[in-house]
């Protein structure tokens, strides 16, 4: 991969932090039961890659509004993990100190994309 170009939002933290959760989630995820194949395990996937994707995406975007809004849907996509997290829990597919340690990288990404996106928004303004 030396010889290739790094593209720009390879190399934002909250890009690199975001996959390497959407790793865990699938670890996480291979653990419930068959039953969820279709259902919160699909969801809660598709949900965790629309994170690092949605950063992704709005690094291409020309304007500092578009960039904008794919950090927000990458933030609302976090928080539509976490409730689907929360479910797991609810359902006993998911351990206690496996939602807190989820919590905390959910917290940590909000934190950077929040900050992604005030950037963003701040330079619309300026």
Same mark, same amino acid.
């Given at each position: 991969?030396?010889?290739?170009?790094?593209?720009?939002?390879?190399?934002?933290?909250?890009?690199?932090?975001?996959?390497?959760?959407?790793?865990? &989630?699938?670890?996480?995820?291979?653990?419930?039961?068959?039953?969820?194949?279709?259902?919160?395990?699909?969801?809660?996937?598709? $949900?965790? &890659?629309?994170?690092?994707?949605?950063? $992704?995406?709005?690094?291409?975007?020309?304007?500092?509004?578009?960039?904008?809004?794919?950090?927000?849907?990458?933030?609302?996509?976090?928080?539509?993990?976490?409730?689907?997290?929360?479910?797991?829990?609810?359902?006993?597919?998911? *351990?206690?100190?496996?939602? &807190?340690?989820?919590?905390?990288?959910?917290? *940590?990404?909000? $934190?950077?994309?929040?900050?992604?996106?005030?950037?963003?928004?701040?330079?619309?303004? *300026?």
């Amino acid at each position: 991969m030396s010889n290739q170009r790094i593209f720009g939002f390879e190399k934002l933290n909250v890009w690199q932090e975001a996959r390497k959760w959407v790793k865990s &989630i699938y670890d996480i995820t291979r653990l419930f039961p068959e039953t969820e194949k279709f259902g919160l395990i699909s969801q809660l996937r598709r $949900a965790s &890659i629309s994170v690092p994707t949605n950063i $992704a995406e709005g690094s291409a975007r020309k304007s500092s509004k578009d960039q904008a809004h794919f950090s927000q849907l990458a933030y609302s996509s976090l928080l539509e993990s976490l409730n689907l997290l929360i479910l797991s829990f609810d359902l006993e597919y998911l *351990s206690e100190s496996e939602l &807190i340690s989820q919590r905390d990288i959910i917290q *940590s990404l909000t $934190a950077q994309l929040y900050d992604l996106y005030f950037a963003q928004k701040s330079a619309v303004e *300026s």
